[in-house]
T-cell receptor, first 112, second 111 residues
Framework: GQSLEQPSEVTAVEGAIVQINCTYQ??????LSWYQQHDGGAPTFLSY????GLEETGRFSSFLSRSDSYGYLLLQELQMKDSASYFC?????????????FGKGTKLSVIP | DGGITQSPKYLFRKEGQNVTLSCEQN?????MYWYRQDPGQGLRLIYY???????QKGDIAEGYSVSREKKESFPLTVTSAQKNPTAFYLC??????????FGPGTRLTVL
């Protein structure tokens, strides 16, 4: 089966840096994605790592170590609007396509 | 504007009734997906489709059915066989293996 583990809640101060970790066990693996979801809203794509290493997109960075089955999302210069749930998701082969398996999400609260 | 639409946003049904959730996309994506999200949980895959007239079961397909008669449309039917249908349902589409675009979701409540 597939399983992803990430912390359920994280609290950080505005302007600070926060790291959200994700470990996974899966049969078949293309890469690791991160999605952001505000309360009541739709998930939106943040980043994807297909290879080991760091990917940077503005204030957000994501890291993957395939040998350790581990990745993280790094959020810098936190803003109040970053308060949301963050999901890691494994891309794995599906019939003629691919599937995403999501973790249960990390609820980030940014405080003044 | 390109995107994914889901209707309605809120849906109420009586227990034992089938209900169909709409999902339409104008992104010209081949692949479409249906997910279910329960409070405090991640998204779980119900069904997905790579091309018209073909679809595959996801991790929790029991009690659900889909069709893919057009590239733009991927409706989901929640049948009376689904034991706990109250949830937030999200539709997504993609053209690449690394990014999915989500609709706004339908919140289904079965009374």
């Amino acid at each position: 089966g597939q399983s992803l583990e990430q912390p359920s809640e994280v609290t950080a101060v505005e302007g600070a840096i926060v790291q959200i970790n994700c470990t996974y066990q899966t049969s078949g693996f293309y890469g690791l994605s991160w999605y952001q979801q505000h309360d009541g809203g739709a998930p939106t794509f943040l980043s994807y790592n297909g290879l080991d290493g760091l990917e940077e997109t503005g204030r957000f960075s994501s890291f993957l170590s395939r040998s350790d089955s581990y990745g993280y999302l790094l959020l810098q210069e936190l803003q109040m609007k970053d308060s949301a749930s963050y999901f890691c998701a494994v891309s794995r082969p599906g019939a003629g396509s691919y599937q995403l398996t999501f973790g249960k999400g990390t609820k980030l609260s940014v405080i003044p | 504007d390109g995107g994914i639409t889901q209707s309605p946003k809120y849906l109420f049904r009586k227990e034992g009734q089938n209900v169909t959730l709409s999902c339409e996309q104008n992104l010209n994506h081949d692949a479409m997906y249906w997910y279910r999200q329960d409070p405090g949980q991640g998204l779980r895959l119900i069904y997905y489709s790579q091309i018209v007239n073909d679809f595959q079961k996801g991790d929790i397909a029991e009690g659900y059915s889909v069709s893919r008669e057009k590239k733009e449309s991927f409706p989901l039917t929640v049948t009376s066989a689904q034991k706990n249908p109250t949830a937030f349902y999200l539709c997504a589409s993609s053209s690449e293996y690394n990014e999915q675009f989500f609709g706004p979701g339908t919140r289904l409540t079965v009374l």
